[in-house]
C-alpha cells in the first residue's frame, strides 16, 4: 500500500503506474480478518400474573409493579362481584400506582393491570372512514346537479 501511495505521489515526476494484477477470492478471504459476531441479549420483561381478593394481595401487586414488573391482576367480576370494600381496594391501589408514575387499567371484567412507570400504554384510536360507496358518490352527483338546475 506503501508502495503504491509512493507511485501515486510520484506519477506527476513521469513515473507510470500500472495496474494491478487481480487477486483470487480466496487470497482476498485469506487478508481480511473475521470479525466476532456476538449476540446482544435483549433486556427482557416479565410479567406477573396474581389474583386481588384483598388489601394484602392489592399492596403485593403494587409492590411487584413499583419494582419493574408489568402485573396483570385477576379480580371478582368488576361489574357484578364487587362490594363498596373492594372498591376502596381498587381506590387505593389507583392512587398508589400514580404516586410512582406508573398505570392502573381495568383489562374486562375480572382484570386488572398494573404498569411500572417506564411503560407507556397509547390507546390506538381508529380514524373514522368515509363511506366511500359508489351509490353515495352518485347520488350526490345527481343532487348537486339538482341544485344547480334549480339555481338557473
Do not use: W
Not at 401487586?61 to 368488576?78: D, R
Not at 398505570?103 to 417506564?118: C, Q, R, S, V
Amino acid at each position: 500500500m506503501l508502495k503504491k501511495l509512493k507511485q501515486l505521489l510520484n506519477k506527476g515526476r513521469g513515473e507510470n503506474i500500472s495496474t494491478p494484477s487481480p487477486v483470487s477470492i480466496d487470497d482476498y478471504l485469506e487478508e481480511i480478518e473475521e470479525i466476532p459476531i456476538s449476540t446482544v441479549e435483549e433486556e427482557k420483561i416479565t410479567i406477573k400474573v396474581c389474583s386481588i381478593e384483598d388489601e394484602k394481595d392489592a399492596i403485593n401487586a403494587i409492590v411487584l409493579a413499583e419494582a419493574g414488573y408489568i402485573v396483570i391482576a385477576k379480580t371478582p367480576n368488576l361489574e357484578k362481584e364487587i362490594d363498596d370494600e373492594f372498591v376502596e381496594i381498587i381506590r387505593k391501589m389507583r392512587n398508589e400506582v400514580a404516586k410512582f408514575g406508573g398505570m392502573l387499567l381495568a383489562l374486562g371484567d375480572e382484570h386488572l393491570l398494573i404498569t411500572p412507570k417506564n411503560v407507556i400504554i397509547e390507546k390506538l384510536i381508529k380514524e373514522k372512514k368515509e363511506n366511500k360507496s359508489p351509490f353515495k358518490s352518485v347520488l350526490t352527483e345527481k343532487e348537486e346537479e339538482k341544485e344547480d338546475r334549480s339555481e338557473e
